[in-house]
């Protein structure tokens, strides 16, 4: 007896044994099925007679989609740009009536290819002819030049240094109010060139809590690999005046501060944040019970060791290597330049 042949056995037997018994949910239990089940296979009973109980045939399943050679696809983008409103069947369509060659595709490739070059919609497509416009001809619409003006504020002068130390940029981060604890801050310092980060808990949000970071923290880690802070960066926030400022004149480092409302200029230490609560917090919070701030010190510390050390890095930067790598290649660099 088949596979198709014991399925069919089965609901036979179900149906009959329902009807014997005049009670579905009866039956059901018997024969360890649902009552929808039962219900589905009765509509189709009833519908075709006992032929309806045999397991229906599965299709066969579709094949891998058309590759559009290099060619192709410039084609088909160039007409859907020439011609924005348009869908991918009547882009399809048109391809067909080429005076260069007939293209024939289906509707369903023509969509693919727009989805995956981030043009399937008409609104897409439109927003690529306005750029354009507005590039070769000055056309300005007023959308595109609120997108333009976002744009170059994005790739504007970006906040960069050369060597390690040239630039830290420093800020704070409210990591929680924990039971038995308090609130608890987290201070953060990054190096622009290099990635390298050190951080600490603390329980007081001052700028005295800030500068006593600075000096006792921030700027012995930096002497310690021979790369000594020249400048830092931070935002405006009220932890980084008074205190934090006769730190920076006393230890010879100078402050630079992000203009209002500009909190991606200190974009290396927001991301550095994001990571540190990503990856370390969310985890250890979950793992375990904080006491006090020596031990989420101690915790964090241990993260940083790695995040320093042993995790490599994607940005333009680094390009795969951990911030220590960086600060060894560019002491290399540095010594064959002098």
């Known amino acids: 007896m088949t596979l198709e042949d014991s399925v069919y056995e089965l609901r036979r037997r179900v149906m009959g044994r329902a009807q014997i018994l005049q009670n579905v949910a009866q039956a059901c239990r018997e024969f360890g099925i649902s009552r929808t089940l039962f219900y589905r296979w009765r509509k189709r009973f009833l519908a075709y007679g006992p032929d309806g109980l045999h397991p229906g045939r599965e ?37 067909r009536r080429s005076e260069h060659g007939s293209l024939h595709v289906a509707p ?3 969509y693919r290819l727009l989805r995956r070059t981030g043009l399937q919609t008409r609104w ?9 416009s507005a590039q ?8 595109t030049r609120r997108q333009l003006l976002a744009a170059q504020r994005r790739s504007g002068r970006h906040v960069e240094a050369k060597t390690p130390g040239e630039l830290v940029c420093l800020d704070t981060f409210y990591i929680g109010k924990l039971k038995g604890v308090g609130k608890v801050w987290q201070l953060t310092a990054c190096d622009a060139a290099s990635s390298y980060a050190v951080a600490e ?33 931070t935002d405006q926030g009220s932890e980084f005046r008074g205190a934090f400022d006769q730190t920076c004149a006393q230890l010879g480092i ?4 992000t203009k209002p409302r500009h909190a991606w200029t200190n974009g290396f230490v927001e991301r550095l944040q994001g990571t540190v609560l990503n990856e370390h917090w969310r985890l250890e919070f979950r793992r375990r019970f904080f006491t006090d701030v020596t031990s989420m010190q101690f915790s964090l510390d241990r993260y940083l060791d790695f995040y320093n050390h042993h995790r490599p890095h994607q940005g333009y930067r680094t ?15 540095h010594a064959n330049a002098n």
């Open 108 to 110: 369903s490739t023509v």
């Open 254 to 257: 100078h402050h630079t501060r």
């Open 201 to 233: 808990v603390s329980l007081d949000f001052s700028a005295k809590a800030a500068a006593r970071f600075l000096d006792k923290r921030v700027a012995p880690a930096f002497r310690r690999l021979g790369w000594p802070i020249q400048r830092v960066l």
């Open 124 to 132: 897409e497509r439109l927003t690529v002819l306005e750029a354009h």
């Open 136 to 143: 070769a001809a000055g056309l300005l619409t007023e959308r």
């Open 59 to 95: 299709g066969a399943s579709r094949g891998r989609p058309p590759e559009l050679s290099a060619q192709a696809e410039r084609e088909i983008l160039a007409l859907a740009l020439a011609w924005p409103t348009w869908g991918p069947a009547r882009l399809a369509l048109q391809l």
């Open 319 to 333: 390009r795969g290597r951990t911030p220590s790598q960086v600060l060894a290649d560019s002491r290399g660099h």
